[in-house]
């Protein structure tokens, strides 16, 4: 079954780091661009930032977080992070893990196809 | 910054066609997308680059593209079809979301 499960969430102060893990199963995970997806309480969806499959190379931010963001993957342990720096509390949200979609030999940055079901992050003092 | 725009709300009755629209400065270059959200459950993608339909996505959800608007289609509206509807667009390297829109089905 194709999956991603989210960790790493928590209350967490203002100011402070977190870093996030999205795990992978029954897919073939190095060939995929991974993203993070955002949503505050009540709130729509906001994309935070993608990281391409290792043979492409490179990942993008949104403005909101770029600079304090930063995503990474372990292609051996199917893992992708979010390291989270310098919280504020505009960032408490639901985090997201999803797929870039591929189909007939092209792969996508910008379809999500799976989703995890997500973590939650809350800054308070 | 780039901005998407989705009416706040549709309602359509049982049986019949829903359409929501996606408004955003030349979105037909920009592969709009678009995800069903059903309350306290993880987004599903449901049309990316304008038309295309992901394996297991019901055939009556399609989309088009008309220059600056992006629509998705679902004819034959059924209750389970009753969620947010999020449209989504490439520009520039980042992923942007429009607001969302209500569907009512009554």
């Known amino acids: 079954e194709v999956q991603l499960v989210e960790s790493g969430g928590g209350l967490v102060q203002p100011g402070r780091s977190l870093k996030l893990s999205c795990t992978a199963s029954g897919f073939s995970f190095g060939d995929y661009a991974m993203s993070w997806v955002r949503q505050a309480p009540g709130k729509g969806l906001e994309w935070v930032t993608f990281i391409r499959a290792n043979k492409y190379g490179g990942a993008e931010y949104a403005a909101s977080v770029r600079g304090r963001f930063s995503i990474s993957r372990d292609d051996s342990k199917r893992i992708v992070y979010l390291q989270m720096n310098s919280l504020k509390t505009e960032d408490t949200a639901m985090y997201f893990c999803?797929?870039?979609?591929?189909?007939?030999?092209?792969?996508?940055?910008?379809?999500?196809?799976?989703w995890g079901q997500g973590t939650m992050v809350t800054l308070s003092s | 910054s780039y901005e998407l725009t989705q009416p706040l709300s549709v309602s359509v009755s049982p049986g019949q066609t829903a359409s929501i629209t996606c408004s955003g400065d030349k979105l037909g270059n920009k592969y709009a997308c678009w995800y069903q959200q059903k309350p306290g459950q993880s987004p599903v993608l449901v049309i990316y680059h304008y038309t295309k339909r992901p394996s297991g996505i019901p055939e009556r959800f399609s989309g088009s593209n008309s220059g600056n608007t992006a629509t998705l289609t679902i004819s034959g509206t059924q209750a389970m079809d009753e969620a947010v509807y999020y449209c989504q667009a490439w520009d520039s390297s980042t992923v942007i979301f429009g607001g969302g829109t209500k569907l009512t089905v009554l």
């Open positions: 999803t797929r870039g979609l591929c189909n007939g030999g092209n792969c996508y940055e910008d379809a999500f196809d799976i």
